[in-house]
């Protein structure tokens, strides 16, 4: 399709101002060679619209704010929430990648509340993202923010955009790891961290 062709297009769409979710995506379906009238997508857009807003909130959440309470304790062990469940989007391709997360701090005299950690994961999990960099912006909020003696996130995940296409490698997963303060600095820290995300679950 040529540069005028696709003027020509877009144009033809009227997309009046406030719906360009909406009419982005009737563009979308119409390169595809569907007609975005018919009765199974007309609403189509709209559904788009509003699971993107939802699958990319995390733009809309402020870290800080979310890790902005602070508990003073006695507390020097390790605090870990391990097996967190996320989703998100392939910077790349657009195509979900989802799996575990699995997080600590050594605290300094400082905790936060447990659900805190869940909802930090989320925060940069929904936005279009790659999973090294979403790995290490979970580590380093806290690192900031809560200033433990150290943080370690590890993140397994299967990617549709290696899934669905390109390679199509149904059991491939990535691993992905940032160890910050103590547990870079000792291996014992970082083994017993390791070892314990691994353990099953309590019954």
């Known amino acids: 399709m040529s540069d005028e062709e696709l003027r020509r ?8 101002r406030g719906q360009e979710w909406e009419g ?4 979308l379906l119409t390169l595809m060679g569907e007609d975005p009238k018919r009765e199974g997508l007309r609403r189509t857009p709209y559904r788009v619209k509003k699971a993107l807003q939802f699958l990319t909130s995390g733009y809309k959440q402020n870290p800080a704010k979310i890790l902005n309470r ?3 304790v006695k507390q020097d062990e390790m605090v870990i929430v391990k097996d967190i469940d996320f989703f998100s989007l392939c910077e790349h391709h657009l195509t979900p990648f989802f799996g575990r997360c699995h997080v600590a701090y050594m605290p300094d005299k400082r905790i936060i509340g447990l659900s805190k950690i869940p909802r930090l994961v989320d925060t940069f999990a ?17 690192q900031e923010h809560v ?22 490698k149904q059991n491939s997963r990535a691993v992905t ?13 970082r083994g017993e961290f390791l070892t314990l995300i691994r ?3 309590a019954s």
């Open 9 to 16: 297009l877009t144009a033809s769409l009227e997309i009046p």
């Open 24 to 27: 982005a995506v009737r563009l």
């Open 70 to 72: 602070c508990f003073n």
């Open 126 to 142: 929904r936005r279009l993202q790659v999973q090294e960099r979403l790995t290490t912006q979970i580590a380093e909020a806290i």
């Open 147 to 168: 200033k433990p003696l150290g943080v370690a996130v590890v993140v397994e995940a299967s990617h549709l955009c290696m899934m669905m296409r390109g390679v199509q």
């Open 177 to 189: 790891s940032s160890m910050l303060g103590v547990f870079r600095s000792s291996e014992k820290t």
């Open 199 to 201: 353990l099953p679950l």
